[in-house]
């Protein structure tokens, strides 16, 4: 600690505020001051991944295990951008107190410095750190585990709505851009007439919106023309990035030039562009001149995210979603104690009874009740996971025998299938208030990343509000709402 710094557990927390921030800071006061072995071992799984960076002296600078812990815990407990996070850090004084500096520390964090810190942090490591607090959380509980609820819901992909000619410009935007800065470094000459290209093709793709809004009636065929000329120009573009490249491999092997790591990488992703393109080329051909509908399987919905997934739900107002499919599992006292991310053609069935035997042997066969909706049905799910947790509540999907509406008109199957409703609104609470409408983070690993650290955010979220409302109670005829969380 430094001249001027407020010892954490002196840190007065506004038990009448409503703001997030407040619990958050709450939880992470109680982990430092009460929990000191558990914040070891969360210090430990941070320090692991940032000292597994090779260069040490390169990026994270200014930022210690602790403070890497607390703004990825507000980060997203809040729902922030790093531009408002790194404000904050810098210029909120209680947070700063949390972060153990002083009205007269100077130290300010920049968005890159948190950015950079953040993203070396594993999925994995941001959950162990999550299962780690819902542990703490369920001591000052009573009975978390006696019953959980479960559902999935969609976390888009920050994408645009996906159409041929979306596409087919983003593709070529990228290699104008990408040929025109590997041309520019090593002297190749073709890439001049660089924002020519670009205005063609953009001139193309709004002729297309415009022929495609249009009621005449050779609006078909003149579409169709017009895909055509679209398609050629992608194609030239492909040909002149091929060239430049060839160029490129040419002098390289001749030793006329050294390509470093660092070209080498947007040379990579040149390649990857140029392959990327072509394949939207074929897939527009097929679809618009040779009129094949494209199962969705080959259907590519973004050049930026190429793992987003088409998820069609039919639900008002989004029927179809762009992203994937992620199961959260909330216990009795509201931690979400479990998070994953469905892969390609998982759904809900085909997961749950995995999900569950992981749960009973993290908790020694603590859950005494589960509830999920129809969703979630087979005659194996319900049979398997009859096994592991004394009630189920899985209503039949379909028409019901007599023996499932027997079991579907008991007393405990209806209670508990009313309180199940209650996950929506865990959902809604992590979508509106954690950031899980959209992942704003990019690459697979990168959202991996953002829904374990938005998880992180709300179990954080959840246990100061179960501090701030013990403190509440204890002290309800203390007039002062600011008071220390540790008398």
């Avoid at 703490?136 to 645009?160: A, C, E, M, Y």
Wanted: net charge positive; aromatic share 6%; with cysteine.
């Amino acid at each position: 600690m430094k001249l001027g710094t407020t010892p954490i557990d002196e840190i007065k927390i506004d038990i009448s505020s409503r703001h997030e921030l407040e619990p958050i800071m709450a939880a992470l006061q109680h982990l430092y001051v009460h929990c000191p072995d558990q914040l070891q071992q969360i210090l430990a799984l941070i320090r692991q991944d940032i000292k597994s960076f090779q260069n040490t002296h390169l990026g994270r600078i200014g930022m210690n295990c602790w403070e890497t812990l607390v703004l990825s815990a507000v980060r997203l407990g809040c729902n922030m951008d790093f531009d408002l996070l790194a404000d904050l850090a810098t210029n909120h004084r209680k947070l700063r107190q949390i972060l153990m500096l002083s009205d007269w520390d100077d130290k300010r964090y920049s968005r890159s410095t948190i950015h950079d810190n953040f993203t070396q942090l594993s999925s994995d490591t941001i959950r162990s750190i999550s299962a780690i607090v819902v542990n703490i959380g369920h001591q000052v509980s009573t009975n978390p585990l006696k019953r959980v609820r479960g559902d999935s819901f969609v976390v888009q992909k920050n994408i645009h709505y996906p159409t041929d000619t979306n596409l087919l410009y983003d593709g070529c935007r990228k290699i104008i851009e990408l040929s025109k800065k590997v041309a520019d470094q090593f002297d190749i000459p073709g890439w001049r007439k660089n924002n020519f290209w670009k205005n063609t093709i953009k001139t193309s793709l709004r002729k297309i919106t415009k022929i495609a809004r249009s009621r005449a009636a050779d609006r078909d065929q003149r579409l169709k023309n017009q895909y055509l000329v679209i398609i050629d120009q992608a194609r030239q573009l492909v040909t002149k990035a091929d060239h430049t490249l060839a160029t490129l491999n040419t002098w390289s092997q001749n030793g006329d030039i050294t390509i470093s790591q660092h070209w080498q990488g947007y040379i990579s992703e040149l390649h990857y562009f140029i392959a990327g393109t072509q394949d939207i080329m074929e897939l527009a051909q097929r679809r618009i001149v040779f009129n094949e509908k494209i199962p969705n399987p080959d259907k590519v919905f973004s050049l930026f995210e190429p793992d987003t997934e088409l998820i069609n739900r039919g639900k008002s107002p989004q029927p179809i979603e762009f992203g994937h499919r992620v199961l959260v599992v909330e216990d009795n006292a509201g931690f979400i104690i479990h998070d994953q991310v469905l892969g390609q053609g998982f759904t809900d069935e085909k997961i749950i009874t995995d999900v569950m035997k992981q749960l009973q042997s993290r908790y020694q066969g603590q859950i005494r009740a589960a509830s999920f909706d129809k969703g979630f049905w087979t005659p194996n799910n319900l049979q398997d996971l009859s096994r592991l947790i004394p009630l189920v509540v899985l209503p039949k999907k379909g028409r019901r025998s007599q023996a499932d509406t027997d079991r579907e008109s008991s007393k405990e199957f209806g209670q508990i299938r009313k309180w199940h409703a209650g996950v929506e609104s865990a959902i809604h609470a992590l979508q509106a208030g954690n950031g899980l409408k959209v992942c704003r983070d990019k690459g697979v690993t990168g959202y991996e990343r953002y829904v374990a650290a938005a998880t992180l955010g709300r179990n954080l979220h959840v246990l100061g509000k179960i501090l701030i409302e013990k403190v509440r109670r204890k002290k309800q005829k203390n007039k002062d709402p600011l008071m220390s969380l540790i008398i």
